[in-house]
């Protein structure tokens, strides 16, 4: 069976900021990768849309969302969900919740990836995070829906918020992306209402970069920092 993952997305452009190299590198080894936005960013992170003269609400809903997919596109996405929840605030309903637990049993992520634990900057992304963990819990539960597989355990990483220190985000886990770098790059610029951040996440990743490269014995020039949810089943301690 092919290997699925699972990116749980508070806005339209975080995964491609926070994971978009993990999501390129497991893509090109033929890992199906679902990614699910819950919403398109259209309040709180479309400053430079709104600059413009007679925008609408559903204006920005549709550039963000065409933003997302080219961004997915270049990223190798298998699956591209949105949920169209708002955003400042993100209003989590329990029929969003029912049809996140059903992507979990539909797709049995072998990982997932989503937003750290605390953000005092945008409480979307906690929010993000308590949904994603709420559902994986729910599509363990074999009551839930009895007759359909149930999820096993898929490790959950948290990538890196925009101000790490502030949220309590700590990595424990660095990811070598730079096969992927000029993948990741590409789906970057595809976000034109947040052009401000382009170079911003490219320093990101050579610091998480040369963090990797110290760490190990290899050249890493592109890094992304993940922190571990659960703890590791190992057979042996030899990585």
Known sequence: MQRTALVISAHSADFVWRAGGAIALHARRGVAVTVVCLSYGERGE?????????????RVKADRRKEAENAAGKLGVADIQFYDLGDYPLHVTEEALCRLVDVYRAIHPSFVLTH??????????????DFAQHARIIAQAHG???????????PVFLFEPHQPEQCNWKPNVLLDITEVWDQKRAAIECMEGQEHLWEYYTRVALQRGAQAARNSDRKITYGEGYENVFPHVVSDLIP
């Open 144 to 154: 839930h829906k009895q007759g359909e597989k149930v999820l096993g355990a898929p």
């Open 46 to 58: 479309s400053a430079k849309l709104w600059r413009q003269p007679g925008m609408t609400l559903e």
């Open 116 to 129: 750290s634990r605390e953000d005092p900057y945008n409480h979307d992304h906690p929010v993000a995070t």
